[in-house]
């Protein structure tokens, strides 16, 4: 039976889009920035920012330096936000409604302190709320230090949370995340970037 539900962030509850950063960090003046930039597990100074290796103004400054010239935090959260092509209401009020059922509903994201400044403003939602009032729990990794699909970051999440992976369900939209997590016995559904997935959820928690 399950109990709790583990969700993405990108391309489960925003629906991404890769091509739209690649192009606001091109304009920013990242030439490769179709090479440098991935869907799922960011590498080099976009991997070490998601791994909390290194800060915002840490991102900033070598984001300059591998540009040629100064750019601002505003610019990279410009190039970050290029990401989030839409925040489907369907999806926030599927996440209140299986609170309400008695679920518990937590983040596992893959993101960095740009992102967050955003999911963790009023502005969110449209609505004067932030990702918080969605969620019982958060575990983000910058913050965690690993990301997916290192099970270290699944095995975090269940020891954190004190859960059982068997009553467990696990939503991503990438493939090798969801083969980690069920690798730890995680009950997983792939969620294709965009697709409306709010009804058919509850086929798994049946």
């Known amino acids: 039976m399950i109990k ?14 890769p091509k739209q950063a690649e192009a606001r960090f091109k304009e920013i003046g990242l030439a490769d920035a179709d090479r440098r930039l991935n869907t799922y597990t960011q590498s080099g100074l976009f991997g070490d920012l998601e791994l909390g290796k290194i800060d915002a103004e840490g991102f900033r400054a070598g984001l ?8 601002t935090y505003e610019q990279c959260l410009y190039g970050w936000l290029g990401y989030c092509k839409d925040l489907p209401q369907r999806n926030l009020e ?17 993101t960095n302190p740009y992102m967050v400044s955003w999911v963790m403003s009023d502005n969110f939602d449209g609505k004067g709320h932030s990702l918080s009032h969605y969620m019982d729990s958060m575990y983000m990794s910058y913050k965690c230090g690993v990301m997916k699909p290192d ?11 004190g859960i059982d992976p068997a009553e467990t369900l696990f939503l991503d939209d990438g493939q090798r995340n969801v ?28």
């Not at 583990?6 to 391309?11: A, H, Q, T």
């Not at 099970?151 to 949370?161: C, K, N, P, S, Y």
């Open 94 to 110: 599927t996440l209140l409604r299986l609170r309400s059922e008695g679920y518990r509903i937590v983040l596992l994201s893959n």
């Open 151 to 161: 099970r270290r970051f699944f095995q975090i999440v269940l020891d954190g949370e």
């Open 4 to 17: 709790n539900i583990l969700f993405d962030l990108g391309g489960v509850i925003i629906t991404l889009d």
């Open 64 to 71: 300059s330096e591998i540009i040629g010239h100064e750019v």
């Open 179 to 206: 083969e980690s997590a069920a690798a730890l016995g995680i009950n997983t559904y792939l969620v294709e970037n965009g697709s409306d997935w709010t009804k058919d959820i509850y086929d798994f928690l049946k």
